[in-house]
Nanobody, 120 residues
Framework: QVQLVESGGGLVQAGGSLRLSCRASGSILSVKAMGWYRQAPGKQRELVATITPDGSTNYADSVKGRFTISRDNAKNSVDLQTNSLKAEDTAVYYC??????????????WGQGTQVTVGT
């Protein structure tokens, strides 16, 4: 079993920054990817950013140039630096981890979510 604990959410004014952190613990064999999704009220959960063990990253178009994802493979942790925040970034942000526990098999784990609220 794998557990994810997030931190760093909060209330910030438009144009401000927040750094979200997520740390995984438990019986971790091999991590295929880690990253962040978000869900705003009344909207579907959407991918924000993802990073693989070799450092390859992928971002949603809406956050490119403003958000930066990074990870520490040794600590099984991932951070999301969010800059130039906009009101439309307001959402619950969820950390996720794709765990490869056997050749050809993987399972996705989720954190509990952390609220980011951007005031105007």
């Amino acid at each position: 079993q794998v557990q994810l604990v997030e931190s760093g959410g909060g209330l910030v004014q438009a144009g401000g920054s927040l750094r979200l952190s997520c740390r995984a613990s438990g019986s971790i064999l091999s991590v295929k990817a880690m990253g962040w999704y978000r869900q705003a009220p009344g909207k579907q959960r959407e991918l924000v950013a993802t990073i693989t063990p070799d450092g390859s990253t992928n971002y949603a178009d809406s956050v490119k140039g403003r958000f930066t994802i990074s990870r520490d493979n040794a600590k099984n942790s991932v951070d999301l630096q969010t800059n130039s925040l906009k009101a439309e970034d307001t959402a619950v942000y969820y950390c996720y981890l794709v765990h490869s526990y056997r050749a050809g098999y993987s399972q996705t784990y989720w954190g509990q979510g952390t609220q980011v609220t951007v005031g105007t």
